[in-house]
């Protein structure tokens, strides 16, 4: 017992899950949508199959990524327009205001009427004790519209 606060600093300062740097390695791999995402979505696109592949030689495809689009005036907050982004392009990681992020850099995009490409979004990565996660949020991040995606 007399070790314990002695391990419990050693963990807080060398193991905090949140102070290790996400590398590449650490997001290679397939991307789907939590479930519980879905309920913040309209609900024409709650059956979307959202899934993103991050591979190794920094390439990515995306599948059906709802992203909010921006409100064109006059600004109507109850009918927001929401796409499913499919696509493909290049990632990488980068650092933002003290966090990692995931910087997707679409090349092409199926059906892009509006804008085009490129496009550039990112996605917030998440350390958490036992996995990594990425999420971003459709809307201002205040009004808690988070979506969640985890490896499989």
């Known amino acids: 017992m007399r070790f314990l606060p002695i391990v419990l600093l050693f963990l807080l300062v060398f193991e905090m899950p949140g102070c290790k740097s996400i590398q ?10 939590k479930d519980a995402s879905r309920q913040v979505l309209p609900t024409e696109l709650q059956k979307a199959s959202a899934k993103l592949v991050l591979d190794a030689n920094g390439t990515f495809v995306a599948s059906e990524l709802p992203e909010e689009l921006p ?3 006059p600004y109507d907050v109850k009918n927001r327009n929401v796409r499913l982004d499919t696509g493909s392009g290049v990632w990488k990681i980068v650092s933002r205001e003290g966090k990692q992020q995931v910087q997707l850099d679409f090349h092409t995009m199926a ?3 509006e804008g085009g490409v490129p496009y550039g979004t990112q996605m917030d990565v998440s350390r958490g004790w036992s996995a990594v996660s990425l999420y971003y949020f459709l ?14």
């Not at 809307?139 to 499989?152: I, Y």
Request: charged share 35%.
């Open 24 to 33: 590449g390695g650490d997001l290679t791999g397939a991307w789907v949508m």
């Open 111 to 113: 059906g892009s009427k």
């Open 139 to 152: 809307g201002d991040a205040d009004e808690g519209r988070r979506v969640s995606f985890e490896r499989k």
């Open 71 to 73: 409100l064109v005036a």
